[in-house]
């Protein structure tokens, strides 16, 4: 098992930045490429940035790409997403997950473990 704690969202105006973080605790954390995902009122959930368990190969939604950094720290078991430049359609509830072992995947449905999800709204 994997426990994942989301933190970070919040309020802010267009054009500003937060940072996300998601700390893991249970299995080895290193074991599981990991993944942002989101999901805005009445829309389905969609993949934001994904990472695989060492950082080296990672993958951005063309919405976020240039704007959104994610980045990982293995032994702090944290996983990061860091937002610039951000829009009122990146408005959302924001989770992190974890897939059990292979490589990053773009499908939620690959991932077995899932934080609480924090809420980021911008505001225009």
């Known amino acids: 098992q994997v426990q994942l704690v989301d933190t970070g969202g919040g309020l802010v105006q267009a054009g500003g930045s937060l940072r996300l973080s998601c700390a893991a605790s249970?299995?080895?954390?290193?074991?599981?490429?990991m993944g942002w995902f989101r999901q805005a009122p009445g829309k389905e959930r969609e993949y934001v940035a994904v990472?695989?368990?060492?950082?080296?190969?990672?993958n951005y939604a063309d919405s976020v790409k240039g704007r959104f950094t994610i980045s990982r720290d293995n032994a702090k078991n944290t996983v990061y997403l860091q937002m610039n430049s951000l829009k009122p359609e990146d408005t959302a509830v924001y989770y992190c997950a974890a897939k059990y072992g292979g490589s990053w995947a773009i499908d939620s449905r690959e991932y077995d473990y899932w934080g609480q999800g924090t809420q980021v709204t911008v505001s225009s």
């Open positions: 249970g299995r080895t954390f290193s074991n599981y490429p």
């Open positions: 990472i695989n368990w060492n950082g080296s190969s990672r």
